[in-house]
């Protein structure tokens, strides 16, 4: 019994571990599309020049795009059939945690200098710590495909996960991203 004690937070920190590091992606399409018909593509520079990213980053997503459709076996294309664009958001998460409080500690909140009365500061006595704040960003990625000729979306895939603020690991994030979304194109394939 006391190994499943102990075995439990390990549990718990390996699920934060994963989900932090994990892509959620999710599709839409339009069912009328004949995504067999579409062989080349080229980049909608009007869509990518309003994405509210650095220009670092937008080269390293549409790299990885390329990268992604050439070995889907799409060629790139002055006169394309597909149109790329794409689109990002982020949300900044904090995350609050007050689980160090008890009895017979110094801390801020104690009932009196001896731990018991109407004196509210620091003493010995019931009180709590400071709460731990952490705070990540959370990161989603849209990538547009339109029809070039129509200039409609016909295939739309988002990607989101937390990024990364270490520069060595934002590239290698910014592909994991690319590849789970482009994993779902063309609809279908990935069953």
């Known amino acids: ?11 718990v920190i390996l699920f934060v571990v994963t989900s932090c590091s994990s892509v959620r992606v999710a599709t839409d399409y339009d069912k009328n599309a004949d995504f067999g018909a579409y062989k080349t593509f080229a980049f909608f520079k009007n869509g990518i020049d309003k994405a509210e990213i650095n220009d670092l980053d937008k080269r390293r997503i549409l790299r990885a795009i390329e990268t992604e459709l050439l070995a889907k076996g799409f060629t790139k294309s002055e006169n394309p059939d597909l149109l790329v664009s794409i689109f990002t958001k982020s949300n900044q998460r904090v995350d609050v945690y007050n689980n160090n409080w008890g009895m017979g500690g110094w801390g801020w909140g104690g009932f009196g200098p001896w731990g018991m009365g109407g004196f509210y ?5 019931w009180g709590w710590n400071q709460p731990n704040v952490s705070t990540s960003t959370e990161g989603v990625l ?4 339109l029809d070039a000729n129509k200039i409609e979306l016909v295939w739309q895939g988002m990607g989101s996960g937390f990024l990364s603020r270490n520069m060595e690991q934002k590239e290698e994030r910014i ?6 979304i482009m994993e779902k194109y063309p609809p279908g394939a990935q069953q």
Not at 121 to 125: F, K, L, Q, V, Y
Request: glycine share 12%; proline share 8%.
């Open 1 to 11: 019994m006391k190994n499943v004690f102990k075995t439990i937070p390990l549990l």
């Open 121 to 125: 500061g620091p003493g010995w006595g």
């Open 142 to 145: 849209f990538v547009d495909l």
């Open 175 to 180: 592909k994991e991203f690319v590849s789970k």
